[in-house]
């Protein structure tokens, strides 16, 4: 329901005198203006992607009857097309919306193409990882010349694409720092949409995409010492689900919180691989020096992010009780004991499944006292989760495994009905 169509009745209800209600619309039509339209901004993306599909369509269906300087003309073709809406765009329609993630959609491919169609023409030889690296090199600058937050995304996806290309054989090792560059030089645009619009769907999508590609550019730092990267990556989704915590986020729908969803989800899977015996087994078949793990990525990659996410457990809570702690941020702390534990001796396993067992515990608490559905369910997932796995990975009867079960249905049950009856009686006490 509109207040605006409200207006009349409140008024004459003595509850709005006429003045308020003037400020009510004025401030309303203010809003309406300064708000971009949603409908034209993604039809303005679409028709700059239909655009372009259909002139490379056009010219893939002609190319081998045209002579090599009429397909380096079409080639550059698009990409002088794109800049000139990019001239127009900035200055004639610096404030449109549309305009800037038109252009810049349209142009961020035209890059690509042209790039594409002048390597075939001169039949110049080159890698995936090369030719990804060229791209966002030249796309870089459209996402602050035109603020276009869509071209900053298609970066990000770019850039995560060419850290696992970077390792193609025959690569220089040196060129797989290069996506911790191209990271870091988006950043600014993102830090921007993080303060001025932290609610919008391109921020959200940026929260997304960001720690996604965080999660996978870790990744393919592994080849030396692989089993360094269970820490680096404890450590990192630690970091994320602190971050998560900031009010910034926090105050946000839990599905936008990208952070947290990743950083919980991430470490609960990642604890619950290793409550099982086959996780382990590589570690115990190696021997460790330390002059060889220092000179490592996955060890600097390790350090570096269990430092900081020791530094930022510190800051959210120094002034706060112990009662206060979530489990999921200091995760990070009782796997690095865990697995030099596990460097000596299969209690890590144990550890890891007590570790597990806590997280369950301690989420079903804090869901009950919340009485939040979603948490409480969360927790009886991971609980449940961890029973299934013990009961596969032991030799116990079937009938005695389906006895389990049931009883596990029956409290995922019994806990819901009981939130739910405990709501309403709330509910009905107000």
């Known amino acids: 329901m509109s207040i605006q169509k409200d207006l009349p009745e409140l008024i004459k209800a003595g509850i709005l005198t006429q003045e308020t209600a003037n400020k009510i619309t004025l401030y309303y039509k203010d809003k309406k203006k300064q708000s971009p339209n949603r409908i034209f901004i993604v039809f303005g993306i679409l028709g700059a992607l239909l655009v372009g599909m259909g002139i490379i369509l056009i010219l893939a269906h002609n190319w081998d009857e045209l002579s090599i300087p009429t397909k380096t003309f079409f080639a550059f073709l698009p990409l002088l097309a794109g800049q000139a809406f990019g001239l127009l765009t900035i200055l004639k329609k610096p404030d449109s919306l549309a305009w800037r993630e038109g252009t810049g959609t349209f142009l961020f491919f035209a890059v690509a193409s042209s790039i594409s169609l002048v390597s075939q023409i001169y039949n110049i030889e080159g890698s995936l990882s090369s030719f990804l690296l060229s791209w966002v090199l030249l796309c870089l600058p459209l996402v602050y010349v035109l603020r276009s937050s869509l071209v900053s995304l298609f970066y990000i996806i770019t850039i995560t694409a060419y850290a696992f290309t970077s390792y193609e054989p025959g690569i220089g090792g040196y060129e797989k720092y290069f996506y911790w560059l191209l990271l870091a030089a988006v950043f600014p645009f993102y830090y921007n949409l993080l303060k001025k619009q932290a609610e919008s769907n391109f921020t959200v999508f940026h929260n997304w995409a960001y720690s996604i590609s965080v999660m996978y550019g870790l990744g393919a730092l592994a080849g030396q010492m692989e089993e360094l ?12 689900y602190m971050i998560g915590s900031f009010d910034l986020f926090a105050k946000q729908k839990l599905r936008n919180n990208a952070y947290k969803i990743i950083g919980s989800l991430g470490t609960v899977v990642l604890s619950l691989t290793l409550s099982f015996k086959w996780a382990w087994d590589h570690l115990w078949n190696k021997e460790y020096f330390i002059g060889e793990l220092v000179v490592t990525p996955e060890f600097w990659a390790a350090l570096i992010l269990s430092i900081a996410a020791a530094i930022l457990l510190y800051q959210q809570y120094k002034n706060r009780t112990y009662q206060e702690i979530q489990p999921l941020s200091v995760m990070f702390v009782l796997f690095i004991f ?37 948490v409480l369910n969360f927790g009886l997932l991971i609980l449940m989760t961890l029973i299934t796995g013990r009961f596969f990975a032991t030799d116990l009867s079937f009938v005695l495994r389906g006895v389990v079960f049931i009883v596990l249905g029956a409290s995922f049950f019994t806990a819901n009905y009981w939130m739910i009856k405990k709501r309403k009686q709330d509910r009905d006490a107000t």
């Open 229 to 240: 990267m269970y820490i680096a990556y404890f450590s990192l989704f630690g970091l994320f």
């Open 338 to 374: 865990a697995f030099i534990v596990g460097l000596y001796s299969a209690f890590a396993i144990a550890l890891m499944n007590i570790y597990v067992l806590a997280i369950g515990v301690l989420t079903i608490r804090k869901g009950a006292k919340e009485n939040h559905l979603g």
